[in-house]
């Protein structure tokens, strides 16, 4: 019995356990920086040696899939199966998302941008109320949104406001349908007002602007309103309601925007200031001789 315990602990701790952990059968690690990636790994797999790679870093001045480092160092030794930590050089940037700019000021834009590793490019102002903010931002030529990936370092154009503008001149909208009239205005950065239909309404594409107020080639600000009086009638039937908004909208001038019932007004006003015979002011100026005889002085 004590010889059969001998040979089993014997066997277990001395052949069998030896064998198992590769008791005295040492790997030891190569330079992995003198190769590349592939290079390193079908190294470490012959080695039988696993390995966890690395590679979030990039560094520009190194070439892609270069060993950057790793551990244990060279010359450390190891057993097999082994884990080996690698930082391995990728092929290049990793892509950023492009943040939400779109409607931040120009200012927060840039630096929002910086923090996600993108640059500014050209900008590209556009007439709009919002002055200095980020309208659009473009790519290569094409217009992206939030959270498109882009390589690290990439250029990006920005499209900012530059604000209203004033005394700019109202397009010509007579005669042109609803839509193509909505468009005008949109591209002088004007806004669309009331819309006045005249007359029934048997098919919408019909509709002809016939009469807008501000007029055409009104100077007026940028962001207000422009109202448009639609009709399926043609332009000779419509003569009467045109003359009515004449008086009220007509300008008398260039650059005037009195209303015609307002002018007609203060011209009365004027009117009344001013005698009828030019000659009653003068008369009432004339003091009249009284008709005596000075005391003292006979007159035959």
């Keep these: ?25 040492e790997i030891e690690i190569p330079d992995l ?18 390995y966890e790679i690395d590679s979030v870093r990039y ?64 900008t590209i102002y556009r007439p709009d109320i919002a002055k200095d903010a980020v309208l659009d931002v473009i790519f290569r030529g094409k217009q992206i949104t939030q959270g498109t990936q882009l390589p690290r370092f990439s250029k990006v154009d920005l499209v900012l406001g530059r604000g209203v503008e004033y005394g700019v001149k109202t397009p010509n909208l007579v005669g042109l349908a609803l839509e193509e009239a909505r468009s005008a205005i949109f591209s002088k950065q004007f806004a669309n007002g009331r819309i006045n239909v005249e007359g029934g309404v048997s098919d919408s594409s019909k ?37 009515e908004l004449d008086l009220q909208f ?10 015609a019932a307002k002018f007609e007004e203060e011209f009365k006003l004027k009117e009344k200031d001013i005698p009828k015979d030019g000659n009653e002011k003068k008369k009432a100026q004339t003091h009249e001789i009284p008709d005596e005889q000075p005391s003292g002085m006979k007159i035959d």
């Design 1 to 25: 019995m004590c010889l059969f315990c001998f040979g089993a602990y014997h066997f277990i701790f001395r052949v069998w356990l030896y064998s198992y952990t590769n008791h005295n059968q």
């Design 33 to 50: 920086k003198a190769m590349n990636l592939s290079q390193a790994l079908k190294t470490l797999d012959s080695l039988k040696l696993t």
């Design 250 to 259: 007509r300008n008398f001038g260039p650059n005037d925007s009195i209303a």
């Design 207 to 243: 509709l002809i602007v016939f009469y807008q107020y501000p007029l055409p080639d009104d100077n007026y600000d940028q962001g207000l309103p422009i109202d448009l009086w639609l009709s399926e009638k043609e332009r000779g039937e419509l003569k009467s309601k045109i003359k």
């Design 59 to 122: 560094d520009s001045s190194k070439a892609p899939h270069a060993i950057l480092d790793f551990f244990p160092e060279t010359g450390f030794k190891v057993k097999e199966g082994r884990k080996i930590f690698v930082k391995a050089n990728p092929k290049g940037w990793l892509p950023t998302s492009l943040p939400d700019i779109v409607g931040k000021s120009k200012r927060l834009a840039y630096t929002q941008l910086k923090l996600a590793g993108l640059e500014v490019g050209d």
